[in-house]
């Protein structure tokens, strides 16, 4: 079992930056995929982002695609979400997620995939 705790979330004007970090404790990230969700008040959790236990596959939202980066590092059991070029839309809870799928190459898109959940962390853009 993992628990993961978001952190770097916080207000920023629209075309700004910041770099969301999901530190994992208990079993290590190099057994799950990781993957990158985010609700906005009366919405659906959506998928933003995941990367693969290998980190060889990625992939991304179309909504975040060329802005957005997904990065893990399993030394230090911390997987990250760089956001870049913000917009008001990218407004939400993030939370990170881990799949235990055995597959390392393979990257799911679907939240009832994932097994672990963090508490989730704020991005505010403004316009």
């Known amino acids: 079992q993992v628990q993961l705790v978001e952190s770097g979330g916080g207000l920023v004007q629209a075309g700004g930056s910041l770099r969301l970090s999901c530190a994992a404790s208990?079993?290590?990230?190099?057994?799950?995929?990781m993957g990158w969700f985010r609700q906005a008040p009366g919405k659906e959790r959506e998928f933003v982002a995941a990367?693969?236990?290998?980190?060889?596959?990625?992939f991304y939202a179309d909504s975040v695609k060329g802005r957005f980066t997904i990065s893990r590092d399993d030394a230090k059991g911390t997987v990250y979400l760089q956001m870049n070029s913000l917009k008001p839309e990218d407004t939400a809870v993030y939370y990170c997620?881990?799949?235990?799928?055995?597959?390392?190459?393979?990257?799911?898109?679907?939240?009832?995939?994932?097994?672990?959940w963090g508490q989730g962390t704020q991005v505010t853009v403004s316009s």
């Open positions: 997620a881990a799949d235990a799928s055995p597959n390392v190459w393979i990257v799911h898109t679907t939240s009832n995939d994932y097994d672990y």
């Open positions: 990367t693969s236990r290998s980190g060889v596959s990625t």
């Open positions: 208990g079993r290590t990230i190099s057994s799950y995929s």
